[in-house]
């Protein structure tokens, strides 16, 4: 089957890059990306690019290709739908907040939503590829919910998970590691991946496409991320016995990174991993193993959030205990918001919980962050519901230029691994800073010998210019 129409319902993070990608590489295919949020399509349909509702770097460019040509977005989900040959589904699947399984299983009422929108307005077979990141044996329930309202229509359901990481998604979409594939092993089932199959293949080698049963599928896509984000908490676990020892973690990560059995990425010692996925995902893993009985499975999972956790608040208190253990009225500035750089995206960056903890005791934050808005900012913190709206206001001021919100403070946090940050005129920010200036660079990625040394030659009684 030759596929010329696909709809995705969702035009967030995932599916917005993702849809844009394949409408630039398939000019033949008419893409169309469509969400309940009226404001998010208009933003993606708006003239300025440097608005888009995600920014990535690269997207712009594929977007401004694509859109119109065969690249569209809409809020008329049934009409997309029905139109479509294929249709994705890549809505938010986050942690559920009430109920069974609150803070551990993924919430997929906007699956099963999409799932009986899809039975109700298809007037013809279609194949339903899942692209959101869902717990293994999703696609048993979403084909249920099809064939029992689906009004007598085949669907064939597929399961393709996203691999591509924010801030590089568009590299990663065109030049990918592996697309993965999975579906029924009968022959309609084989006959839809060879389809999904087509489409990739208009720019990814044949060999980076590898095709599995649709439960493979779905849980190499939650292993992934485990795997990926243990190795994250694996370092930190490090880092702290660094801190210890007087080994450098840098220096240790090089050492093993060199190991051609380990490799060398995903070893940079952090203020703890964010992101949409991670620990939503391995909460997930861990509730399933629960569910089948598998305890020490689930436990081992969950460690790599603990350890997480404890790396934000020791972030946290080593700020509080260098500050002569009170930042009551404080200025602390953060250089950073977002979960990782080159994203404006915030869920659940580490900055939020840091910053968090610091109100706890009363610290007075300044936040700068080069893409991350005011309103993204407060909206974080309120989500957590420890405190009023308020409040929050009254000790987190957000601004927009970095040595406004570095002047009188007495200690800067590095959250996020902002590229600019490096190049910033230090000596000038060391001189607005009350002191003795310190800086926690929860991140790596200063010159920590340069800071200490510019801050002693300054001043030999200042020589506490320290690092994290
Ligand atoms: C991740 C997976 O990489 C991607 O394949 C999946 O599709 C979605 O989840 P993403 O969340 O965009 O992607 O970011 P990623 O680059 O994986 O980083 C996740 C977090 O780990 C970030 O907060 C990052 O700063 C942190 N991290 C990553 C570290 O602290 N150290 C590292 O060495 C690498
Ligand atoms: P992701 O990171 O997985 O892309 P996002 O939250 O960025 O997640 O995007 C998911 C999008 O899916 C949101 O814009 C949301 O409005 C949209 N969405 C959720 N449910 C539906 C639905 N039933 N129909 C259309 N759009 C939906």
Wanted: hydrophobic share 40%.
């Amino acid at each position: 089957m030759k596929i010329t129409k696909i709809c995705c319902i969702g035009a967030g993070y995932v599916g917005g890059p993702t849809m844009a990608v394949i409408a630039q590489k398939c000019p033949d295919i008419t893409v169309t990306v469509v969400d309940i949020n009226q404001a998010r399509i208009d933003a993606w349909n708006g003239e300025d690019l440097d608005k888009l509702p995600v920014y990535e770097p690269g997207l712009d460019k594929v977007v401004a290709e694509a859109r119109g040509r065969n690249l569209f977005f809409s809020t008329d989900v049934n009409k997309a739908i029905d139109e479509a040959q294929m249709v994705f589904i890549s809505v938010n699947t986050p942690t559920k907040t009430y109920g069974e399984g609150k803070g551990m299983a993924a919430d997929l009422k906007w699956v099963e939503l999409c799932a009986r929108q899809i039975a109700a307005a298809s007037t013809s077979d279609k194949i339903v590829v899942e692209k959101s990141t869902l717990p293994v044996r999703t696609a048993q329930a979403v084909k249920d919910i099809l064939d029992n309202t689906g009004g007598g229509r085949k669907f064939q359901i597929l399961s393709n998970p996203e691999f591509l990481a924010e801030g590089t998604a568009v590299e990663d979409l065109l030049a990918p590691d592996r697309v993965l594939i999975g579906g029924d092993p009968g022959p309609e089932g084989q006959e839809a991946i060879e389809a999904l199959v087509s489409v990739y293949a208009a720019w990814v080698p044949r060999e980076r496409i590898l095709t599995t049963n649709i439960w493979s599928s779905e849980l190499s896509k939650l292993t992934a991320n485990a795997f990926l984000a243990q190795r994250v908490s694996s370092i930190n676990a490090i880092s702290e016995l660094c801190e210890q020892t007087g080994a450098d973690v840098t220096e240790v990560a090089r050492a093993i990174g060199a190991d051609s059995r380990i490799g060398p990425k995903f070893l940079k010692a952090s203020v703890g991993f964010g992101g949409s996925c991670f620990q939503k995902d391995i909460l997930n893993m861990v509730y399933i193993s629960r569910s089948y009985g598998l305890t020490e499975v689930a436990d081992y999972w969950e460690q790599v959030i603990k350890m997480n956790d404890h790396q934000k608040a020791r972030f946290a208190k080593n700020i509080i205990k260098s500050l002569y253990n009170t930042v009551n009225g404080k200025k602390i500035t953060f250089l950073g918001w977002a979960f990782k750089k080159d994203t404006n995206d915030t869920r659940e960056s580490a900055a939020i919980y840091v910053a968090d903890h610091l109100i706890n005791e009363q610290a007075q934050i300044t936040v700068y962050d080069p893409k991350v808005s005011e309103e993204k900012i407060y909206a974080d913190l309120e989500y957590l519901n420890t405190r009023s709206p308020e409040e929050i206001r009254r000790l987190v001021k957000v601004v927009y230029d970095p040595y406004e919100a570095c002047l009188d403070a007495h200690a800067v946090a590095i959250l996020t691994e902002w590229d600019e940050f490096v190049d910033y005129d230090w000596q000038r920010i060391y001189e607005a800073m009350l002191k003795p200036a310190k800086v926690f660079d929860g991140r790596n990625i200063l010159p920590h010998e340069e800071l200490r040394t510019m801050a002693s030659a300054y001043s030999p009684s200042e020589r506490q210019y320290s690092n994290y």
